[in-house]
């Protein structure tokens, strides 16, 4: 079962020459987001900075873009991004950049042009939250990470 939406986006001027972003396969969850730079940046180990991806998106009230990592440049060069998921809310409509980090040990060239992140598409569900005076009790109760009891 498939489903598909359509969703506006725009392309700035520097990133004219770059595909849109989009599915590489049947099964895929994410789309591939491109680097839209002027020059190769490059980024040090530890170092993190903002990289423009020359697009803009209208979403549907209630969507969400979420930005996470590609699992290649992550394995491959410590490559992540750094507020992984980062959310774009579908009243936002400045452009997509990624907070990047190298959590690598060598320095990591961007180009125009690279693959940096990826782009998911999900539903999100406001929630209202209500005081108690006491939560309902489980089972695990309140056992948890480093939690004795």
Do not use: C, W
Request: glycine share 8%; proline share 6%; hydrophobic share 40%.
């Amino acid at each position: 079962m498939s489903s598909s939406l359509n969703i506006d986006i725009e392309k700035l001027d520097h990133a004219s020459d770059l595909p849109i972003p989009k599915y590489q396969t049947e099964g895929a969850a994410g789309m591939d987001l491109y680097a839209a730079l002027s020059k190769p940046l490059v980024l040090r180990p530890l170092e993190r900075t903002l990289i423009p991806t020359g697009l803009k998106i209208s979403l549907p009230k209630n969507l969400e873009a979420q930005i996470r990592p590609r699992s290649g440049l992550a394995y491959k060069h410590g490559i992540s991004v750094l507020n992984s998921p980062g959310t774009i809310d579908s009243d936002y409509r400045g452009e997509i950049k990624i907070l990047l980090i190298n959590l690598g040990q060598d320095k990591f060239i961007i180009e125009h042009s690279s693959r940096i992140a990826q782009l998911i598409i999900a539903p999100i569900i406001q929630a209202k939250l209500k005081v108690v005076l006491a939560l309902n009790k489980t089972k695990r109760g309140k056992k948890g990470f480093g939690s004795t009891g």
